[in-house]
């Protein structure tokens, strides 16, 4: 894995593997070597063995990173301080003359702006991996709890949805804040198993169900139900609030791009929401009104959505 992500960055690497030679070869000719017992060991060790660790954090970089912005503003911040770390490494073997003014400019100009530049990377970074975690948080209220997770879409299962939806039913009783249970299920999901197949099927659950994440705020819970049927635990969200979600969620799927793996067709998706609030009813109850409301949302029409009365 880490050999074949090098290779989108072999340029980088060429680039960089070129010039330490080079300007190795450079103080060689045009400086005087320095006599073994004047060189200065313990800067050899700080300034070599920096040099050394810096060009370790670039192959663990960009050995875990794509191609890309990011990647090229940390390996070009990373390979500006290898510059001078090195240039002030080879000093200690040779003594360049003051006339050679480029010793000297890459002594001093490389670094800061290597610290500038892989400093600018690193926020990039960081909101990189923001994004990320915002996607990681909807799965992990049932990663760190449940054992039962679905193979395909690594959802939990409607046993782990029920659990939940009596956690979240006290919890809302004694604030009394609202829940509301979101049904959504593809339209017409059983024609694209049979023209496409059961693994193309499996793809596009997977894809829905990525896309559902994003689309979810945090504290949101999506659930496997059955088959094609994905359900929703939305605490602290009201009638009102839940019906506009259950429309961005039909919204996001109407408008998505999917494509076959195998011949890259464009594929039609559409989905039907059904959404129950929670009164006092239990678990049970819950599901089954936001169903009676799915069902009423499909015989509406594809993409549509409905609120149980």
């Not at 074949?4 to 690497?13: A, P, Q, S, V």
């Not at 197949?197 to 997977?206: F, N, P």
């Not at 969200?237 to 464009?266: N, P």
């Not at 059904?274 to 594809?302: D, F």
Request: include cysteine.
């Amino acid at each position: 894995m880490i050999l074949r992500t090098l290779r989108l960055h072999r340029f980088k690497w060429l680039l960089l593997t070129g010039y330490l030679p080079l300007s190795l070869l450079a103080a060689a000719l045009v400086g005087d070597p320095v006599r073994w017992e004047d060189v200065h060991w313990l800067d050899v060790f700080g300034e070599g063995g920096g040099a050394l660790m810096v060009l370790t954090w670039s192959l663990l970089i960009l050995g875990s990173r794509p191609a890309g912005t990011v990647s090229n503003l940390l390996f070009i911040g990373l390979s500006l301080i290898l510059v001078t770390l090195w240039q002030d490494n080879l000093d200690e073997f040779w003594t360049i003359p003051d006339a050679q003014l480029w010793d000297t400019w890459l002594e001093n100009i490389p670094m800061p702006v290597g610290m500038a530049v892989l400093t600018l990377g690193l926020v990039r970074w960081y909101e990189e991996q923001r994004v990320l975690m915002a996607q990681l948080s909807q799965r992990e209220r049932f990663m760190r709890e449940h054992r039962s997770i679905d193979p395909v879409t690594r959802l939990a299962s409607a046993d782990y949805l029920n659990q939940q939806l009596a956690i979240e039913l006290r919890r809302a009783r004694r604030e009394c804040s609202p829940v509301s249970l979101m049904m959504l299920d593809l339209d017409g999901f059983d024609l694209i198993n049979r023209r496409f197949g059961a693994h193309e099927g499996d793809r596009l659950l997977q894809a829905v169900t990525e896309l559902l994440l994003l689309n979810l705020r945090d504290g949101d819970l999506l659930c496997r139900y059955a088959a094609d049927r994905f359900a929703i635990m939305l605490p602290q969200t009201s009638e009102a609030m839940a019906d506009l979600i259950a429309s961005e969620l039909t919204s996001a799927i109407r408008h998505f791009a999917y494509r076959s793996s195998k011949e890259g067709e464009r594929v039609t998706v559409t989905a039907s929401a059904g959404v129950a609030l929670a009164l006092s009813a239990s678990p049970e109850e819950l599901m089954q009104r936001a169903n009676r409301a799915l069902s009423e949302a499909k015989q509406t029409g594809s993409g549509c959505h409905a609120m149980a009365g």
